[in-house]
Nanobody, 122 residues
Framework: QVQLVESGGGLVQAGGSLRLSCAFSGRTFSNYATGWFRQAPGKERELVAAINWYGHTSTYADSVKGRFTISRDNAENTAYLQMNSLKPEDTAVYYC???????????????WGQGTQVTVSS
């Protein structure tokens, strides 16, 4: 069974940086597209960034373009989300997700991680 375990969340001041990691196990990681979602209190879960199975193509929500970078290391079975220039509105629980196949979207998620809290203070 696939497991996704996030790490790297925490409390950071506005303008700071965090790097989230998502450790994948149970299947062949390179067969899965991955993405990062976030959910703030009272808001719907939103797709923040996605990357295809070989890491050649990535997409971002407009709200994080130029500040966040998604990447993956298929040899290490890990996906990453580098978050720079963090803002208080980035505060949310961040979830890693994976889908069998080349691409991922909000409507085709096979597996979810448990989430990691990111809090940005002003």
């Amino acid at each position: 069974q696939v497991q996704l375990v996030e790490s790297g969340g925490g409390l950071v001041q506005a303008g700071g940086s965090l790097r989230l990691s998502c450790a994948f196990s149970g299947r062949t990681f390179s067969n899965y597209a991955t993405g990062w979602f976030r959910q703030a209190p009272g808001k719907e879960r939103e797709l923040v960034a996605a990357i295809n199975w070989y890491g050649h193509t990535s997409t971002y929500a407009d709200s994080v373009k130029g500040r966040f970078t998604i990447s993956r290391d298929n040899a290490e079975n890990t996906a990453y989300l580098q978050m720079n220039s963090l803002k208080p509105e980035d505060t949310a629980v961040y979830y890693c997700a994976a889908t069998l196949g080349s691409s991922i979207s909000s409507t085709n998620i096979d597996y979810w991680g448990q989430g990691t809290q990111v809090t940005v203070s002003s």
